[in-house]
């Protein structure tokens, strides 16, 4: 069975994508602790402009938004190929392996440390291996609710407007669909996650969060531009592997119209 399962393209293909879609949703929650700034990763000096009376604003990112566009360029082709219930699922798995590692995090701080550990690294200048571990593995109980609120809304809105936009526009304007439904879905994400982290979790003022809210969307918005043509390059790359009729089989069973699909299509519809 499982080689049969592994030898269907489809479904071999959908193994794939659903693995590097968890894989790359868990690794950008990990290093979303880090914050960097963006005008020095370009080599320019840091913006410093005024939002909403927000002064001293510049483009200071967490890592983990480098990350996060591949995360709706896979929704995207997940959704053009296997259809909305398979972009659910692997978005409801990712949501429960995250947390799930972030339990795991919490028990690894909390579990005593070896005395010799601690300091094992004094010379290198970590005098505390106990603070530094806790440091990179702990975020706030309300970052992560915010994140996994935020990513999960974020798909979901993504699945719905990609349909939407699809039944209108057929197989054409796939720039449309991909990058319309990307641009709404991260500006949702920006600020649910903001607003449940540092408004809710930290009384920022509303101000504050929206005009952050606002840098974090500019940056989103031209990743999401930017990764346009990527995504026609995964559709002609995986046509080329699935063949045109499988792909274009596949397709028409992802949007549920009435041809008969391929009937190895796993998750389709």
């Known amino acids: 069975m ?3 399962l592994l030898n269907d393209k489809p479904a071999r293909l959908f193994l794939y994508f659903a693995a ?3 894989a790359n949703a868990l690794i950008a929650e990990c290093i979303g602790g880090k914050i960097f700034s963006l005008e020095a990763l370009l080599g320019l000096p840091p913006a410093n402009f005024t939002l909403l009376g927000q002064s001293g604003l510049s483009f200071n990112l967490t890592c983990g938004v480098l990350l996060w566009p591949l995360e709706f360029v896979m929704t995207d082709i997940v959704n053009e ?3 909305p219930k398979a972009v659910r699922r692997i978005s409801y798995v990712a949501v429960a392996l995250i ?3 972030f339990v ?3 028990m690894a701080i909390h579990i005593p440390a070896a005395d010799w550990w601690v300091g094992s690294r004094a ?3 970590i005098p505390d291996m106990q603070m530094a571990f806790g440091g990179v593995f702990g975020q706030g109980l309300w970052i992560i609710v915010g994140s996994l609120v935020a990513f999960l809304i974020g798909q979901l809105v993504d699945v719905y407007i990609f349909h939407r936009i699809k039944r209108v526009t057929g ?3 796939v720039w449309l669909r991909a990058t319309g439904s990307t641009m709404v879905s991260q500006f949702i994400d920006s600020f649910v996650v903001l607003f449940i982290a540092f408004k ?3 009384n920022w003022p509303i101000a504050q969060v929206v005009a952050i809210g606002l840098v974090n969307y500019a940056y989103k918005f031209t990743v999401a531009i930017l990764l346009t043509p990527v995504i026609y390059l995964a559709e002609k790359k995986i046509e080329n592997y699935l063949g045109t009729d499988v792909a274009r089989r596949m397709k028409r069973a992802a949007m549920g119209q009435d041809e008969e699909p391929y009937t190895n299509i796993p998750a389709a519809g």
């Open 171 to 173: 197989e054409k304007k």
């Open 123 to 125: 010379a290198e200048g």
């Open 81 to 83: 190929y296997y259809g």
């Open 104 to 106: 795991m995090f919490y």
């Open 2 to 4: 499982i080689k049969a």
């Open 20 to 22: 590097f879609f968890v």
């Open 200 to 202: 809710i979790g930290a």
């Open 99 to 101: 947390s799930y590692a």
